[in-house]
């Protein structure tokens, strides 16, 4: 029996898919990282809602502009999150992976 319609689940807002896992972000907020040992993903975010999973982002930005102090994030963990974007827009434009250099 051919049965006409399908339930799938939500999928994520985005996922980064690497070697040895994935971490995935849903759209209620929700970070979930997983790899071996975490088949059904561990919860490495709490659940806010998109907006405001950057909150914590955008209290550090303020922080630094206003008091001067130092961002919670180095510059080693921003160049990460650049090529991890760029290398997000690669693959959308190939459609295939693509690496983060």
Do not use: C, Q
């Not at 996922?15 to 040992?37: L, P, Q």
């Not at 561990?42 to 950057?54: D, F």
């Not at 650049?82 to 459609?95: D, E, F």
């Amino acid at each position: 029996m051919l049965l006409s319609h399908t339930v799938f689940g939500p999928e994520p807002f985005f996922r980064i898919t690497g070697t040895t896992g994935e971490i995935t972000d849903d759209a209620d907020g929700m970070v979930r990282h997983f790899g071996k040992g975490r088949r059904r993903g561990e919860e490495v975010g709490e659940a806010a809602g998109y907006l405001e999973s950057y909150g914590g982002a955008f209290v550090d930005f303020a922080n630094t502009i206003l008091r001067g102090t130092p961002p919670a994030a180095t510059a080693a963990h921003a160049v990460g999150e650049l090529r991890t974007a760029l290398a997000m827009y690669r693959s959308a434009a190939s459609n295939r992976w693509e690496p983060v250099w």
